[in-house]
């Protein structure tokens, strides 16, 4: 079946390091990718998605690249801040509309905390 | 524009009570989901509505939990008896675009 894995938690960085969280997925057809970010007391936002191999997408400094040969989704940032302080979830969709009329399938979440 | 609204956004209850819980999606979105976060895992789908109708619930744990959505608008879902390995962020969102609520943290002791 589809699953997502990411690398385990947790991240913690210094203020302006870089960072990078590893996702790869399985799937069995042509899914759309997304990372989603939750703030402390806060829900589930979309940070960033890509529907196709080679789309890169990007938001707030964050970029990642759906990598159909490697099956990644890696998500990167140059510069972290302290307000990036959050768990993150890398997922994915099957099925058409990029995703907005099907179910999403959640990798187990990293959480990242910058120091200042 | 309101967002999609759960609560309780906490409830703590004992086990084998019943617990329901409620999602209020945003107005004109036909498509209302669940989801659930035990205990630092992954977030899982439990069921997916297109307006009153369940399109998809394979991922409904077993028959303790019973979701609605009467009317095609807010859904319920309520779980009956609660067992401890119910806790858990339960999660709702409704599309298109998918936007999430806050969740409802569950803890059954």
């Known amino acids: 079946g589809n699953s997502v894995t990411q690398m385990e938690g947790p991240v913690t960085l210094s203020e302006e390091a870089f960072l990078t969280i590893n996702c790869t997925y399985t799937?069995?057809?042509?899914?759309?990718l997304f990372w989603y970010v939750q703030y402390p007391g806060e829900g589930l936002q979309l940070l960033l998605k890509a529907t196709k191999a080679d789309d890169k997408g990007s938001n707030k400094g964050f970029e990642a690249t759906y990598r159909k040969e490697t099956t990644s989704f890696h998500l990167e940032k140059g510069s972290v801040q302290v307000s990036d302080s959050a768990v993150y979830f890398c997922?994915?969709?099957?099925?058409?509309?990029?995703?907005?009329?099907?179910?999403?399938?959640f990798g187990t979440g990293t959480l990242l905390a910058v120091q200042p | 524009e309101a967002g999609v609204t759960q609560f309780p956004s906490h409830s703590v209850i004992e086990k084998g009570q019943t617990v329901t819980l409620r999602c209020d999606p945003i107005?004109?979105?036909?498509?209302l989901y669940w989801y659930r976060r035990v205990m630092g895992k992954e977030i899982k789908f439990l069921l997916h509505f297109v307006k009153e109708s369940k399109q998809d619930e394979s991922g409904m744990p077993n028959n303790r939990f019973l979701a609605e959505r009467t009317g095609g608008t807010y859904s319920t879902l309520k779980v009956q008896p609660a067992e401890l390995e119910d806790s858990g962020v339960y999660f709702c969102?409704?599309?298109?675009?998918?936007?999430f609520g806050s969740g409802t943290r569950l803890t059954v002791v």
């Open positions: 969102a409704s599309s298109p675009p998918y936007t």
């Open positions: 107005s004109g979105h036909d498509n």
């Open positions: 799937a069995t057809g042509y899914p759309s």
């Open positions: 997922a994915l969709s099957e099925g058409p509309y990029g995703g907005a009329t099907n179910k999403l399938i």
